[in-house]
Every structure is written in structure tokens, then in C-alpha cells.
């Protein structure tokens, strides 16, 4: 039913701008022809059509009247015709085809209204009066940074926030967001195309200076950054995407501080890893102690243990295996219990 409209609308505009061009070209050449055909186009293509289809064409002759005159012009009155006509159905052809291509989504508006259905990526047939605005849903990013050129802004565009200790820090940070294609259309009718200046990035600075608040300069700076980064994103997926936008990571990408600040927090920590490896020397020198310690008393209990078991006949073995390997040894039986006789070997 709109596409009926549309073409009868159109048909209509072009039948009026064609109604007054004919009118200043009869007053400008005082054509009559020209002149009656302005009053009532459509009566005189009408008219000009039946006659062609009823007539009988009749064969040229050398003579020029005023009758061969009225069917040359009738001829050209009829090719303008049927070129407007043509050029009406390519511009209506052209109108209600339309490609939404791959990640992005088509949001309709007819006279200024927009439409809640949006069009997905691919071929359509739509109303020849409905504009069609492409938006991406693809992911993109949003970079405050103080590096020239790094984010949107030209230049620096860190944000700059108190901790709970009323220290200012700057900080640098990128958003990962993609827009919800079912949402597009109230995203476009609500905040526009540049919805990112218009609500992601106050939205940024206000949620990063509520909970930068909640922490000092050194959990920033250190060990809480990630902590941080995670509940700046928690609170802007609270905030935005019941707008339509989709926050996919917050990225707490450089935090800086004054130099002064910088510099006593590096030495705090140095001084805490100093400890650190102080105590870590102390534990091992402990466990050191221990092994000594552990070994003395193993070596007390050894030697305890040995000099109860040797007896005479033990001693005497011990004796004669130690020899058996030496050179020069030579075993002499005696007969009794005795110690073997040595000999030196020339």
C-alpha cells in the first residue's frame, strides 16, 4: 500500500513540474499547441496515444502541409511522453531497491518520522519516500588519551580525577562498543548518528571520576588497576546499554600521576620489595640453621651408634679390608688370630 502511494506521489510531482515547464515554453515560443498541451498534460498524452492506435498510416508525399506539420510535432509530443514515462519508472526502479551491507543496519524514516523496524544487511524492497540511514553495529572504539593523535580528540584528552585521597591523576582509557541493531532506531531517533560525543564519552568521564574516588593513588597505580578497570565497566554497562549501546571491555590502558607522588610511591615500593627479600633471606637463612642443625645431631646419633658396635673382631675386620686392596700387602697365615706380616715389594 506504500508503494502505491509513493508512486502515485511521485507521479503526481513530476506531472506538475511537467505542467509548468510546457506552460513557460508555449508563453516564451506563444505556441498554441504547446500552450493547450500545458493546460491538461495528461488529457493531451491521452488524446495523442488513442490517436496514434486508431489511425491509419498514411504514405509520405513531396508536398509539405500544415497537416504533416501537426503529426511531426504530435510525433515529438509523443517521444516526450514516453522518455518521462521511462525516466518515471527508472527513478521509482531505483527508489524501492536498496543494500544494507554486512555489519551494518538500515533505520527507516518517512517525513521526518522514524520507523521501530530496522532493516538487516542484505537486498530490500522499500517505500521510493522512506530514507534510509546506514548505521554500523560492528565493534569500535573510543580512546581518551593524553598522546597526541592516539584517541578522537586532536589533542591530549586524558581524564583527570581526585582519589579519596584528593590527588589528581590522569588517566588513559579505551572503550570497546558495538550498537544493538535492534536498538538502532531509538538510538537514532533519541542521540542521533553521533550518539559516542553525545553519551559514551560524558558517560566515560563521569563513571571514571565516581570510582577513581573510591581508591587511592597507589591501588590505581598498581596492584588495583585491573579491580578499577572492571568496575568502570560494570557501571557503564548499567548505564548505557539501556540506550542501545553495548559496552564490550574498558581498557585502563596508562595512569599518571605528579611527579612528586610518582616518585614517593616508587620508593614506597621499592622499600616493600626491599623487605620482601629481606625476609625472604632471613626464611632461608632459618631453614639453613635447621638443616645444619638437623644434620649435627644425625651425625651425633651415627657416631653414637658406631661406637657402640665396635668391638675388637669388627675392628680387626675393618682393618684387614681396608688392606686387601692396598699394594704391597701380602697375607701370611699364621695359624692363630694374629695380624698378617708385610713385606715390602722391591
Known sequence: MGTIFSILFWGFVIYMLI?????????????????RMSQNPAKEAFDKFREYSTRNVKPKTASYTTANKSVSINN?????????????????????????????TGVRTLFGKVKDKEISSGLHVINPLEHIERM?????EYTMS????????????QISALTNEGLPIDLDITVFY????????????ELGLNYQEKIIRPEIRSIIREIIAQYNAK?????????????????????????????????????????????????????EQDAQKY????????????????????????????????????LQYMYIKE??????????PTGGDGLPLFKSVQ
Open 76 to 104: 515529438m509530443k509523443g517521444k516526450i511522453f514516453l522518455g518521462i514515462g521511462a525516466f518515471i519508472v527508472i527513478i521509482i526502479l531505483f527508489n524501492i531497491f536498496i543494500v544494507i551491507p554486512a555489519g551494518s
Open 136 to 140: 554500523t553495529i560492528r565493534t569500535e
Open 219 to 271: 591501588d590505581v597505580y598498581s596492584e588495583k588497576r585491573a579491580e578499577v578497570s572492571q568496575k568502570i565497566q560494570e557501571r557503564m554497562v548499567e548505564s548505557i546499554e539501556p540506550r542501545g549501546i553495548a559496552v564490550e571491555q574498558v581498557l585502563l590502558r596508562n595512569v599518571t600521576l605528579p611527579a612528586k607522588l610518582s616518585a614517593s610511591i616508587q620508593e614506597k615500593l621499592q622499600a
Open 279 to 314: 625476609d625472604f633471606i632471613l626464611e632461608k637463612e632459618k631453614k639453613e640453621a635447621d638443616r645444619k642443625r638437623i644434620e649435627a645431631e644425625g651425625q651425633r646419633d651415627a657416631q653414637i651408634t658406631i661406637s657402640e658396635s665396635l668391638t675388637p673382631k669388627y
Open 19 to 35: 505542467k509548468k515547464v510546457l506552460s513557460e515554453i508555449g508563453q516564451q515560443t506563444g505556441n498554441p499547441n504547446i500552450i
Open 178 to 189: 558495538h550498537l544493538n541493531e535492534n536498538k538502532a532506531s531509538d538510538v537514532y531517533r
Open 146 to 157: 593524553g598522546m597526541q593523535g592516539e584517541g578522537l580528540k586532536a589533542g591530549a584528552d
Open 323 to 332: 688392606l686387601k686392596d692396598r699394594v704391597g700387602t701380602i697375607y701370611v
